[in-house]
């Protein structure tokens, strides 16, 4: 079993930044994949970015929402992944959720290839 707690969110103005935190425990695995998703009220859970890892190689993928402005990245020693979120829009106020693909690696950005979810943190982006 693996736990995940995000943490945060918050409230920014348009323009703005926030770093988002995902600290997992439990069990750990030398291949997989981890994503942070988001969901806006009155909308779908969408992929936003994920980053996966097997050996010495490390992938990074995103959604073309996000490019340019949000940053996936890792540190292992803590068993953490950060989401370093600039020039934020109102468009990407949602629930912020961290979710884990144990043994999978690449572009996975359904929802359902995804074996555990952490609670979802709120990021509120202001006009």
């Known amino acids: 079993q693996v736990q995940l707690v995000e943490s945060g969110g918050g409230l920014v103005q348009a323009g703005g930044s926030l770093r988002l935190s995902c600290a997992a425990s439990?069990?750990?695995?030398?291949?997989?994949?981890m994503a942070w998703f988001r969901q806006a009220p009155g909308k779908e859970r969408e992929f936003a970015t994920a980053?996966?890892?097997?050996?010495?190689?490390?992938?990074?993928y995103y959604a073309d929402s996000v490019k340019g402005r949000f940053t996936i990245s890792r540190d292992n020693a803590k068993n953490t992944v950060y989401l370093q979120m600039n020039s934020l829009k109102p468009d990407d106020t949602a629930v912020y959720y961290c979710a884990v693909a144990p043994l999978r690696l690449g572009a996975l950005s359904r929802y359902d290839e995804y074996d555990y979810w952490g609670q979802g943190t709120q990021v509120t982006v202001s006009s």
């Open positions: 980053i996966s890892w097997s050996g010495g190689m490390v992938y990074t």
């Open positions: 439990g069990r750990t695995f030398s291949t997989y994949t």
